[in-house]
């Protein structure tokens, strides 16, 4: 059973004319006998009494009348309040990153972007690497962000911020008395590092972190399921670790060491091309005004 037989039903029902039942439908007369033909078959009664002169109901067609009615009813109530269901839904925008310093950088600009736009709700997605880029690619989301230099095909990149690579230590570390470092004096001076799976890292920091990894045994390295868990041990004193140094981003009591034989790494968000929305377009303003106001 379908509106369209219900409303086939009630016009047919209305007239006592099938013509006139066609007419008021805007359909042919064989369409409106077929969809009650079908009905009267689904329900297994005789709706109306036909000759080749006039048209009646059944005690049936006259019993059904009410409950086709009341359907009808409910069904135009059912599509008018999900209709207003849907108008109040607040507009979404997808954002995905690879770790929760990301979400550190992004939370001055979210800020001002819901004050400015209360009816826009962001939808934050942290996933590992390999799946980060599979979100755009399938418009889960809006923008990715990351240190990745290269857009993929139909994807545009904006650079928000350069990242200095920084040795991140305890304040009462052995390493934390120095002003810049080189891989070899991390080496020298022992310790262990605190590591991340490679998925959680951004490709390019991932190179650097390589290099300095490079040469270290099991016993120098604290190897963690989560960066959340990295930066604990950090703080806690048991390790240092190198992250990028994400204007916005630091980890408050940490000493965040310049390691300037690397080349610092470049912030931005990856989109599709041609879907940059003015809420995104906005969004990626304030973080690159928040980001610069944070490196000053």
Request: aromatic share 6%; proline share 8%.
């Amino acid at each position: 059973m379908n509106t369209t037989q219900l409303e086939c039903f009630l016009a047919v029902a209305n007239h006592l004319n099938f013509s006139r039942a066609a007419q008021e439908l805007h359909i042919t007369q064989p369409a409106v006998s077929h969809q009650i033909n079908t009905l009267e078959a689904e329900l297994e009664v005789k709706l109306f009494h036909r000759t080749s002169k006039n048209v009646r109901l059944t005690q049936a067609g006259h019993q059904f009348g009410q409950y086709a009615r009341e359907i009808l009813k409910l069904t135009g109530i059912s599509r008018a309040r999900m209709r207003q269901w849907r108008e109040e839904l607040p507009q979404r925008m997808g954002l995905g990153c690879r770790n929760f310093l990301v979400l550190r950088a992004l939370q001055p600009a979210l800020t001002v972007l819901r004050q400015e736009t209360p009816q826009l709700l962001p939808v934050l997605r942290q996933v590992p690497s390999a799946s980060l880029d599979n979100l755009l690619e399938e418009e889960d989301v809006q923008a990715i962000f990351t240190m990745q230099r290269e857009a993929g095909p139909k994807t545009s990149r904006r650079h928000l911020a350069d990242c200095p690579v920084a040795c991140v230590c305890a304040p009462d570390h052995p390493l934390a008395g120095y002003e810049q470092l080189t891989v070899d004096q991390l080496n020298a001076a022992g310790g262990r590092i605190a590591s991340c799976p490679p998925p959680l890292y951004s490709p390019p920091f991932l190179e650097v972190f390589s290099h300095a990894m490079a040469g270290r045994g099991p016993d120098r390295i604290l190897f963690c399921d989560s960066l959340e868990i990295a930066c604990t041990l950090v703080e806690s004193g048991y390790a240092f670790t190198l992250l990028p140094d994400m204007p916005g981003a630091r980890l408050p009591g940490l000493r965040y060491i310049p390691m300037p034989q690397f080349q610092p790494l470049s912030f931005g968000a990856l989109y599709r091309t041609g879907s940059l929305t003015p809420p995104l377009k906005r969004l990626l303003a304030l973080l690159e005004d928040s980001m610069q106001t944070s490196a000053e």
